[in-house]
């Protein structure tokens, strides 16, 4: 069979058409970038019927996500109230590059109001990082929250034609 026959359907939960060959929604979602050596996961929507015939998938991707904007609010929490002993930045490869030991008398509420980027290495900026990038996940989780939610409310259900 050849990629042009082969049937295709949208996903539940990203909404691309992919293919359907053995009746679900084929692995999608992952790359290979050439000489990088590494591969990302595939779509959550992989393994499921298409939307066109089902919405199954996406409450449990819902609840998954609100999950994930609680543990990141417990983060924050726990963040501000227990500063780590030391907090690490890491290159754009992925190494440790930085580890920036907690200040006596560390005020994490003034942290968060340093504007200084001059010193880029020390903790009170990197504490305050670590909190902006927790507030930027429960943002862009709650944006997937309501698209699956639209999505989740504009299924409708297969007609099926009765004979008689």
């Known amino acids: 069979m050849r990629n042009n026959d082969i049937p295709r359907g949208a996903c539940q939960i990203c909404g691309r058409s992919i293919?359907?060959?053995?009746?679900?929604?084929?692995?999608?979602?992952?790359?290979?970038?050439?000489?990088?050596?590494?591969?990302?996961?595939?779509?959550?929507?992989?393994?499921?019927?298409?939307?066109?015939?089902?919405?199954?998938?996406?409450?449990?991707?819902?609840?998954?996500?609100?999950?994930?904007?609680?543990?990141?609010?417990?983060?924050?929490?726990?963040?501000?109230?227990?500063?780590?002993?030391?907090?690490?930045?890491?290159?754009?490869?992925?190494?440790?590059?930085?580890?920036?030991?907690?200040?006596?008398?560390?005020?994490?509420?003034?942290?968060?109001?340093?504007t200084s980027y001059a010193m880029r290495d020390n903790y009170a900026l990197l504490f305050s990082n670590k909190i902006r990038q927790l507030h930027r996940q429960i943002e862009g989780t709650f944006k997937e929250v309501n698209y699956l939610r639209t999505r989740k409310d504009a299924w409708v259900a297969p007609s099926t034609l009765v004979e008689g």
């Open 19 to 114: 293919g359907i060959k053995t009746g679900v929604i084929a692995h999608h979602g992952y790359t290979r970038p050439q000489h990088q050596g590494y591969q990302t996961s595939s779509c959550e929507g992989a393994k499921h019927l298409p939307y066109e015939l089902s919405c199954d998938a996406i409450e449990g991707a819902i609840q998954r996500r609100l999950n994930y904007t609680e543990q990141c609010r417990l983060d924050v929490v726990n963040l501000h109230a227990n500063p780590p002993a030391e907090l690490v930045r890491f290159d754009t490869y992925g190494r440790r590059s930085v580890t920036a030991a907690r200040p006596e008398g560390f005020d994490a509420q003034a942290a968060l109001r340093q």
